[in-house]
Structure formats: C-alpha cells, structure tokens
C-alpha cells in the first residue's frame, strides 16, 4: 500500500513563530488531506488538497503531486494551534486514507 | 448538529463479550470509512463503503471485526469475543470527496 512519511515528528514552538510541516507519499494520489486533532481527539479538517495551494487564514497548503509531497505552514503560531497534524491520502488505486503518523506541536506562550 | 455522529462514546465491556458501534455519517455522504486509533499512533483504516456495498477491508481486521452500511446510511461495526488488544478509538469518517471524522467511540475492554 501507499507509504506516507512525516516530518518532523515533534516540534516545539514559541508564540509567534512559524513552522513548516511536511508529508511525503510514494504513490500517485486522488485524496491528500491536513487534519489537527485536538486534545479531545476530534481530527479537525485542515485542507483538502490533492494538488496546489490553498490558504485559510493563517494557515496554508501546498500539495506538489508530481514530486508527491505536501507541505502544511502555520504562521504567527498560537497555544491552540497545539495538538498532533496529520497527512492523510488516498492512492489512485484505491479507497483508503492513509494517515502518516503525525507531527505533534507544542506552541508555549 | 449535522456533523458524523457516533455512538456511544464510550463504551467499556468484558473480554469475550460482544460490542457494536454505530455511525451515522452525513447526509447524502456516499463514502463511508472507519478506522482504529490507537494512544500515539495515527488512525488505522479498517473498512471502507461506498453506500451500501463494502469495497475495501483492511488485511490486518481479523473476522471476528464486521461492518455493515444497509440502505447506504448508517453504519454499524460489530467486534466479537473483544480481547484487550481491541482497546482503542473507532473512528468513522464520511464523505463524497473530502472525509469527515466523527469524535469516535473509546473502547475499554477489561
């Protein structure tokens, strides 16, 4: 099945600063998602992006398919950014979302 | 609330003994998925619907693990003879292109 990779798995952050996450994947997809799943263990959607850019606030996406990888940016970091992202995709060959196994962020004040 | 439901919450049973976790997903959602989280790692694809007829299991479920999707709404996931391995999140996701995770059902077998 479809390999997904994440990095880095752990990060720190201070208030303020900002962080790039990544996902990379070894085969052609037709589903990339970003989810954060929250202390509560809720997996909030981030991003449907099985290809280009897309932005919502002060978070953005970027999914470059034909070198199958995509990059999450948080920017101006909060507290409640905390929790655990995750990449999922879906290889075209099938139905799955494949989850990586996440990057845990901690944002300090 | 129109978001994917899942009952109960929380369920704790005895080993040996026989659970089922129902999801209803949004409405018109044709894809239907569940998946088990485990504590640290990421959620696991069991099985996959898509409306009514089930389309993809995960080699790793073992039979005593079965779902169902009648009519294409909701979904029950059944687990037989629990054992303590079985301990963790269900999850169920619904969606047509984009999925969405319903907040789960913990199981606790003792």
């Known amino acids: 099945g479809i390999q997904v990779e994440q990095s880095p798995p752990d990060l720190i952050l201070q208030e303020g600063a900002n962080s790039t996450l990544r996902c990379n994947f070894s085969?052609?997809?037709?589903?990339l998602q970003w989810f954060h799943q929250n202390p509560w263990g809720q997996l909030i959607n981030l991003f449907y992006?099985?290809?280009g850019t897309k932005q919502n606030g002060r978070l953005s996406a970027t999914t470059v398919a034909t070198e199958r990888y995509s990059l999450l940016y948080i920017s101006s970091s909060q507290t409640t950014d905390s929790g655990v992202y995750f990449c999922?995709?879906?290889?075209?060959?099938?139905?799955?979302?494949?989850f990586g196994k996440g990057t845990s962020l901690l944002v300090t004040p | 609330d129109t978001g994917v439901s899942q009952n109960p919450r929380h369920k704790i049973t005895k080993r040996g003994q026989n659970v089922t976790f129902r999801c209803d997903p949004i409405?018109?959602?044709?894809?239907l998925y569940w998946y088990r989280q485990t504590l640290g790692q990421g959620p696991e694809f069991l099985t996959y619907?898509?409306?009514?007829?089930?389309?993809?299991k995960s080699r790793l479920l073992s039979d005593r693990f079965s779902a169902e999707r009648p009519k294409g709404s909701f979904s029950t996931l059944e687990i037989q003879r629990t054992e303590q391995g079985d301990s963790a999140m269900y999850l169920c996701?619904?969606?047509?292109?984009?999925?969405?995770f319903g907040q789960g059902t913990r199981l606790t077998v003792v």
């Open positions: 619907f898509q409306n009514e007829a089930q389309l993809e």
């Open positions: 992006i099985p290809s």
């Open positions: 996701a619904s969606g047509n292109t984009e999925a969405f």
């Open positions: 085969d052609s997809v037709n589903n």
């Open positions: 409405s018109e959602h044709n894809r």
């Open positions: 999922a995709v879906a290889s075209d060959s099938g139905y799955a979302l494949n």
